[in-house]
């Protein structure tokens, strides 16, 4: 405060006739113990009174409520020598809260008391402090949201994560804690499926991340909280339980709740009005009543978006390629997913720890936002995972001062494939090619597909803005035209004017070069139909067609460059009520692993192809094996399966198990595609 005085003209700690160093020196004292106590009594009041502000604006209000406060600190000082304008009241807060924030953490690093009692104002101070019990192992899921197997291998190889390298015993310094297992996804290679099926062990009827409902006449989109209440509404109704975390379990910065009770940035829950403390920003104002995590936070988003304009700059002087256009709102989209979320969702966690729950799930999404816009294997990326490392270390720090032990489960829910956008190699969107083949006109100009990253929607919902994404409708009001949605390289074709899921033989009818022309396109791998014939095909290139049932991995024909699995990815899509009329899976070359994304996005996900349907497992040692003898561990529901066998073998919550799941997991059987309905 003494350095601030006598750097800002409009601040003073001294009267008009001067004063000595001495009274200088206690009107600066007394003005900064006023300004901390207000800060630690009024500050959580105030908060309180302000839950009906949107998160970002109290985030931003922060400075001039810290300012009002410093303001009243001076007023009442007994020196009554303390004088500031408004402003420079706000900027003096805010030098001082970030400098105690600063300050404080590093003396907490060199002792441990201190750090403990800091991080203890981030538990939740309702929750009973004794456990009830014997003390048993806790279990914190910390799903790196976006990052393959692929990228986290690389990044620990280059020291990258030094934190994850130290679990997988690959520095030198110790033996290994931890296993690092890859996983595959279903076709539908993204977080709404894979979360959904990781927490509610359901990922039944999911075709996409945005599809079109024809019995609802609705477009499900996962990251509309409307869509994921009522998807996690039928995956609680086909499964019979609530969920992994049914028992004294939290659910942080997730699309679904898994059954927590206690729930934070929880999109399924975020167009609930009942009461506060289950309304989805709730997480949000927990972080910012503490006016130093706001300021850090604030400087630290400032900074980000810095960082971005200035990597974009680059990029776009270096003329990269692929690229994007990342301009606009996207800085401070970008800022609000790799800060803002990231340092709500991790004091949430170490909340959750401190408090002593016995599971905690949370998505911290900052890595796949970045790489969607940079490119999977892109500095811009990797620096992002260096942070999330730092935030692993954290964690990992804060677990030792809990009243319980815990294990720490890292593990990811989709990767992503790099490669240029379809429209940027061919010129035409995939709605712009169907238009051409059913005859329609085609606009000369291709409209931009905005992206549909996690981030987006947490940040139009902290705002309270709709959350629909431009162009896209609940209820199309068109009925002729043919509804084109895109899920990274995968793109849905529907009808709505046709009640039923239309035939191959029914769309040949109407549009005769529709599927040849999207089958023998450059850009597109294959497509899945269903057929009057054949009950489905897969239709590619040179009239290539066979017929569901008779899939097989390995064999010849448009499915071959997809790799194993690809078949069955396929054949239980094809299964599901609500796929669309015609499914179209964009070219994919195995020797570089690139996509062709029908979304502006040269980092993708939501189809086959490549390294985004490969995501990992990275678990304790304690724990069994994810798979017993090394199997392949297939499908979001079966790592469900595997994580609910961890909390039992933590003598955690006991979710609920028909016999059928739990003899199948004694005998280690991996096809878990199909969950079971408890009675």
């Given at each position: 405060m003494l350095i601030l005085a006598g750097a800002l003209p409009d601040f003073?700690?001294?009267?008009?006739?001067?004063?000595?160093?001495?009274?200088?020196?206690?009107?600066?004292?007394?003005?900064?113990?006023?300004?901390?106590?207000?800060?630690?009594?009024?500050?959580?009041?105030m908060v309180r009174f302000l839950l009906l502000v949107p998160a970002l604006v109290l985030g931003l209000l922060v400075f001039f409520l810290n300012g009002a406060l410093l303001l009243i600190a001076l007023r009442l000082n007994p020196a009554a020598r303390g004088d500031a304008s408004p402003e420079t009241a706000v900027v003096v807060a805010a030098v001082m809260s970030a400098v105690a924030s600063a300050t404080g953490a590093a003396l907490a690093v060199r002792d441990d008391d201190a750090y403990r009692r800091r991080l203890y104002r981030l538990a939740d101070r309702r929750r009973r402090t004794p456990l009830p019990g014997p003390v048993t192992h806790g279990t914190v899921f910390l799903q790196l949201d976006g990052v393959g197997h692929d990228v986290l291998e690389a990044a620990v190889a280059k020291g990258l994560m030094p934190t994850a390298a130290r679990w997988l015993g690959t520095r030198g310094d110790g033996a290994a804690t931890h296993r690092l297992t890859p996983w595959r996804t279903d076709w539908s290679s993204q977080t709404g499926a894979s979360q959904l099926g990781i927490l509610h062990g359901s990922t039944f009827d999911v075709p996409a991340f945005r599809w079109y409902e024809k019995d609802q006449r609705e477009i499900m989109v996962c990251n509309r909280p409307t869509s994921a209440a009522a998807l996690q509404r039928r995956a609680v109704e086909r499964t019979g339980d609530g969920g992994l975390l049914t028992a004294d379990g939290a659910s942080r910065g997730n699309l679904f709740s898994g059954g927590a009770d206690e729930q934070a940035l929880v999109l399924s829950i975020a167009a609930r009005r009942r009461s506060r403390e289950h309304r989805s920003r709730s997480g949000y104002f927990a972080y910012f009543s503490d006016p130093a995590n706001a300021v850090r936070t604030a400087l630290s988003f400032g900074a980000e978006v810095g960082r971005e304009i200035g990597q974009s700059t680059r990029a776009r002087l270096r003329k990269d390629r692929p690229r994007v256009s990342r301009g606009g709102l996207y800085p401070l989209i970008r800022a609000f997913a790799t800060v803002v979320e990231r340092d709500v969702v991790v004091a949430a966690v170490m909340g959750d720890i401190l408090a002593g729950r016995t599971a905690v799930y949370a998505d911290l999404v900052a890595y796949d936002e970045v790489a969607h816009h940079s490119g999977p294997h892109s500095r811009d990326a990797e620096k992002v995972l260096a942070r999330l490392d730092r935030s692993l270390a954290l964690i990992e720090k804060c677990a030792e001062h809990a009243p319980r032990p815990y294990r720490i489960v890292v593990l990811s829910d989709h990767g992503q494939s790099p490669g240029e956008t379809f429209r940027a190699r061919y010129g035409l969107t995939l709605g712009d090619l169907v238009r051409a083949g059913c005859g329609l006109p085609v606009p000369r100009r291709a409209g931009r597909t905005r992206s549909g990253a996690e981030a987006r929607t947490a940040v139009r919902a902290a705002l309270r803005r709709p959350v629909e994404e431009g162009g896209e409708h609940h209820r199309p009001s068109r009925r002729s035209e043919p509804i084109v949605l895109a899920s990274g390289n995968l793109g849905l074709v529907s009808f709505p004017d046709v009640p039923h899921r239309m035939t191959k033989e029914e769309?040949?009818?109407?549009?005769?070069?529709?599927?040849?022309?999207?089958?023998?396109?450059?850009?597109?791998?294959?497509?899945?139909?269903?057929?009057?014939?054949?009950?489905?095909?897969?239709?590619?290139?040179?009239?290539?067609?066979?017929?569901?049932?008779?899939?097989?991995?390995?064999?010849?024909?448009?499915?071959?460059?997809?790799?194993?699995?690809?078949?069955?990815a396929v054949r239980r899509t094809h299964s599901f009520p609500h796929t669309a009329d015609i499914m179209v899976n964009s070219f994919h070359d195995p020797a570089d692993g690139e996509v062709l994304a029908f979304e502006?996005?040269?980092?993708?996900?939501?189809?086959?192809?490549?390294?985004?349907?490969?995501?990992?497992?990275?678990?304790?040692?304690?724990?069994?094996?994810?798979?017993?003898?090394?199997?392949?561990?297939?499908?979001?529901?079966?790592?469900?399966?595997?994580?609910?066998?961890?909390?039992?073998?933590?003598?955690?919550?006991?979710?609920?198990?028909?016999?059928?799941?739990?003899?199948?997991?004694?005998a280690g059987d991996t096809d878990g595609t199909e969950p079971v309905a408890a009675p």
């Open positions: 003073q700690l001294q009267s008009a006739d001067g004063d000595s160093a001495t009274r200088i020196a206690i009107t600066a004292a007394l003005g900064a113990g006023g300004f901390g106590l207000l800060s630690a009594l009024v500050w959580p009041l769309i040949d009818a109407r549009h005769p070069a529709l599927l040849p022309t999207l089958a023998n396109h450059p850009g597109v791998g294959f497509l899945l139909v269903r057929s009057a014939e054949h009950g489905g095909v897969v239709l590619g290139a040179y009239g290539a067609q066979i017929p569901v049932a008779e899939l097989a991995d390995g064999a010849r024909g448009p499915l071959a460059p997809f790799g194993r699995g690809a078949a069955d502006e996005q040269i980092g993708s996900h939501g189809g086959l192809g490549g390294c985004q349907g490969k995501p990992f497992l990275l678990s304790p040692l304690a724990l069994s094996e994810p798979v017993a003898g090394g199997g392949d561990l297939v499908g979001a529901e079966r790592v469900h399966r595997v994580l609910r066998r961890w909390l039992r073998e933590c003598h955690g919550p006991q979710v609920p198990l028909t016999a059928g799941i739990a003899g199948a997991e004694e």
